[in-house]
């Protein structure tokens, strides 16, 4: 698997909770879309950082209202469960769906007010866009004499709106990450294990799947 670098772990908390907002197809190209997404984001809780700082409902309040409800949560459950998705009744699919979503806002949310000094940069020679799919390029600048952080949004049509369903920080699929984790918590211990742990708020789930990712940074991971 490849790793993220330890330096990066800020950066990819931060491509996670940036989800980005959806507009209208005819309303603006995917790279505007990105960009004005993330400034609307970040200007709403740099506006008020020291609340930001000290009250984590309230990041988890913009979040919840200006992110997570517009990214296409549906599609990322179907593509991390995979063949489990397929096997699975509609019940197991709607309770890990929503089960995932709550246990990853709470669990990375409310850190984001962590990194509000973190610039995004968009970058349009390295993004591009057909009728089926759009991948906006960006960067992230961790500071400190540390490299970017290179963050791609992969966005699909979803009922006429552009919708994120993946995000890769330096290579490294969000989807397939946790679809790896999970596939292993699932054939060890079955789906409904896994959905009541999500259910329960059992944030090692997402961490441990996350850490995995930003472990081993000084290159001697596989």
């Given at each position: 698997?490849?790793?993220?670098?330890?330096?990066?772990?800020?950066?990819w908390?931060?491509?996670?909770?940036?989800?980005?907002a959806?507009?209208?197809?005819?309303?603006?190209?995917?790279?505007?879309?990105?960009?004005?997404?993330?400034?609307?984001?970040?200007?709403?809780?740099?506006?008020?950082?020291?609340?930001?700082?000290?009250?984590?409902?309230?990041?988890?309040?913009?979040?919840?209202?200006?992110v997570?409800?517009?990214?296409?949560?549906?599609?990322?459950?179907r593509?991390?469960?995979?063949?489990?998705?397929?096997?699975?009744d509609?019940?197991?699919?709607?309770?890990?769906?929503?089960?995932?979503?709550?246990?990853?806002?709470?669990?990375?949310?409310?850190?984001?007010?962590?990194?509000?000094?973190?610039?995004?940069?968009?970058?349009?020679?390295?993004?591009?866009?057909?009728?089926?799919?759009?991948?906006?390029?960006?960067?992230?600048?961790?500071?400190?004499?540390?490299?970017?952080?290179i963050?791609?949004?992969?966005l699909?049509?979803?009922?006429?709106?552009?919708?994120?369903?993946d995000?890769?920080?330096?290579?490294?699929?969000?989807?397939?990450?946790?679809?790896?984790?999970?596939?292993?918590?699932?054939?060890?211990?079955?789906?409904?294990?896994?959905?009541?742990?999500?259910?329960?708020?059992?944030?090692?789930?997402?961490?441990?799947?996350?850490?995995?990712?930003?472990?081993?940074?000084?290159?001697?991971?596989?």
């Open positions: 698997m490849k790793r993220l670098r330890v330096a990066a772990w800020p950066g908390i931060l491509a996670l909770v940036l989800m980005l959806a507009v209208p197809l005819q309303a603006a190209q995917s790279i505007q879309l990105v960009e004005n997404a993330i400034n609307s984001v970040l200007e709403t809780l740099r506006a008020d950082q020291a609340r930001a700082e000290n009250d984590p409902a309230f990041v988890l309040e913009v979040i919840e209202r200006e997570f409800p517009l990214v296409d949560i549906d599609g990322m459950a593509l991390i469960l995979a063949r489990h998705w397929r096997d699975a509609s019940e197991q699919r709607e309770r890990f769906t929503v089960a995932f979503r709550d246990t990853l806002l709470n669990a990375y949310g409310v850190r984001l007010a962590e990194y509000l000094e973190h610039n995004v940069v968009v970058i349009p020679r390295r993004s591009r866009e057909d009728d089926r799919m759009a991948v906006v390029a960006t960067e992230i600048e961790l500071g400190r004499g540390q490299p970017n952080l963050v791609n949004y992969r699909r049509p979803v009922e006429g709106e552009w919708k994120v369903f995000v890769e920080a330096e290579g490294l699929s969000f989807v397939g990450n946790f679809r790896t984790h999970f596939n292993t918590e699932i054939n060890r211990d079955g789906l409904d294990a896994l959905i009541l742990r999500l259910e329960a708020g059992d944030r090692s789930l997402i961490e441990e799947s996350l850490d995995d990712a930003a472990s081993d940074g000084d290159g001697t991971g596989g």
